[in-house]
């Protein structure tokens, strides 16, 4: 069965620490996304990786970094969280943007 | 830029009634792929339409892609409560370059009352 598995289910985090968010996935994916869901807003896109060591910016990458140092993990980097990125985090991956698979999502709060 | 807007934003239906959701393009798609999201839950693919004046059924559950392939609609017939949750749309452009291709619905939050 098809896997994507995020490092947390929730987080909480204070401001100004910085945040690591991992992403795993067991398909073998080239394409591997971040997004954040905010209600009313629906998914946005942080950043994207489309290969080992390759991202590109999404739509909103301020205030994140990522890593993708191995194909199977994808991480994304909070370098100073602050309270207006309290969400839900969303890790998917893909084959050739057919079919996104997506992990449980990290809801994450900055106090 | 290219942008998707999708109608309604909410939809309350009785169990038993239609509901039927839009995907509209300012430009020219490649495909597109819609998602369905239970509440707490993650999104989940549904399908992906390809063609010019596509239409694909699944059971209760039937897409459809305009001839322009600018808009998309996702149609339930019959709701039952295990249809409540987010419906949204993937958009790939046509043409573009990598992530640049994806464009997102905004969603509908669909709820069935029994």
């Known amino acids: 069965d098809v896997k994507v598995t995020q490092s947390s289910r929730y987080l909480v985090k204070r401001t100004g620490e910085k945040v690591f968010l991992e992403c795993v996935q067991d398909?073998?994916?080239?394409?591997m996304f971040w997004y954040r869901q905010d209600p009313g807003l629906g998914l946005r896109l942080i950043y994207f990786?489309?290969?080992?060591?390759?991202?590109e910016k999404g739509d909103i990458p301020e205030g994140y970094s990522v890593s993708r140092e191995k194909k199977e993990r994808f991480s994304l980097i909070l370098e100073s969280a602050s309270t207006n990125q309290t969400s839900m985090y969303l890790c998917?991956?893909?084959?050739?943007?057919?079919?996104?698979?997506f992990g449980p999502g990290t809801r994450l709060t900055v106090t | 830029g290219q942008q998707v807007m999708q109608i309604p934003q909410y939809q309350h239906v009785q169990e038993g009634e239609d509901f039927t959701t839009y995907c509209n393009s300012s430009?020219?798609?490649?495909?597109i792929q819609w998602y369905k999201q239970r509440p707490g839950g993650h999104p989940v693919f549904l399908i992906q339409?390809?063609?010019?004046?596509e239409v694909k059924k699944q059971k209760r559950l039937t897409f459809q892609f305009g001839e322009a392939k600018k808009n998309s609609s996702l149609h339930i017939t019959a709701t039952q409560t295990t249809d409540v949750g987010t419906y949204f749309c993937?958009?790939?452009?046509?043409?573009?370059?990598?992530?640049?291709?994806?464009?997102f619905g905004q969603g509908t939050i669909l709820t069935v009352h029994p």
């Open positions: 998917a991956s893909s084959h050739n943007f057919i079919e996104q698979y």
């Open positions: 398909m073998d994916h080239e394409n």
């Open positions: 990786s489309y290969d080992v060591k390759m991202k």
């Open positions: 430009t020219t798609l490649s495909n």
């Open positions: 339409l390809v063609k010019s004046g």
């Open positions: 993937i958009c790939t452009n046509a043409g573009g370059t990598s992530y640049g291709k994806l464009t």
